[in-house]
């Protein structure tokens, strides 16, 4: 795209390093090959890597670097060749409970792209996601891209409370709420694990550029369903 990758000033200890203004596969592929190399050249004073959709914030400590020299290492790593890397990891299943009270948003769903809510179900079981970031709320992975079919605007007037695990469609995204928290996104469905838990490192479940897949189970399943990875359930 235009102009991108670009990196600008943000504040005078760190920087924000553009790859467009999209949420896509290539995009995100761009931010991973720099974040690898990013990390692999293991900068004294880099203090801080947080990826966004499109953006990656690197703070630095301006006792040790000059924010014009920092702002000139940084140019030079964007611009060198991605590091080889291995296959794409394994996709990270989600069961998930949809519909009825779990997923209170599912009827709308149907209703606003004249589809059954049995449809909703298959075309957002049916896709990949990739994890594109981590945040807006803590652990809550936002994940992308929605099949066209179920794209669905965000609810007009959002929730105060949404229930941990939750499940939802926001646009061309689909994530889960880690944590109990108001949102303004589509909840078609709930998981019974946990994403997010503060005393392990890393304390989310989920990382960025992951790949996840999302698969139905019966209600009857949820309070009995396994805890996996170690975090547990909620």
Do not use: N
């Amino acid at each position: 795209m235009k102009g991108f990758p670009r990196i600008s000033p943000y504040g005078d200890r760190a920087l924000l390093v553009e790859f467009s203004g999209d949420i896509d596969p290539e995009t995100l592929g761009a931010m991973q090959g720099f974040l690898r190399r990013l990390t692999a050249a293991q900068i004294p004073g880099l203090k801080e890597i947080v990826p966004s959709y499109s953006s990656l914030f690197v703070g630095f400590d301006p006792f040790i670097w000059p924010f014009s020299a920092f702002s000139a290492r940084v140019s030079e790593i964007l611009e060198e060749k991605d590091l080889p890397f291995d296959s794409p990891s394994p996709v990270k299943r989600v069961p998930v409970v949809y519909g009825g009270s779990c997923g209170p948003d599912l009827s709308y769903v149907a209703q606003y792209h004249r589809i059954s809510p049995a449809e909703v179900v298959a075309w957002h079981t049916s896709a990949v996601y990739r994890v594109y970031a981590i945040g807006g709320f803590p652990g809550l992975p936002a994940m992308g891209i929605v099949p066209k079919e179920i794209e669905t605007p965000r609810l007009a007037v959002p929730r105060t409370k949404v229930p941990p695990g939750s499940v939802a469609l926001a646009g061309k995204q689909t994530g889960i709420y880690a944590l109990e928290s108001p949102g303004g996104w589509q909840l078609i469905g709930r998981t019974p694990l946990l994403f997010f838990d503060p005393s392990r490192t890393p304390p989310s479940r989920f990382q960025t550029g992951d790949r996840v897949q999302f698969y139905p189970i019966p209600e009857r399943d949820f309070a009995g369903f396994p805890s996996l990875d170690g975090f547990g359930r909620i």
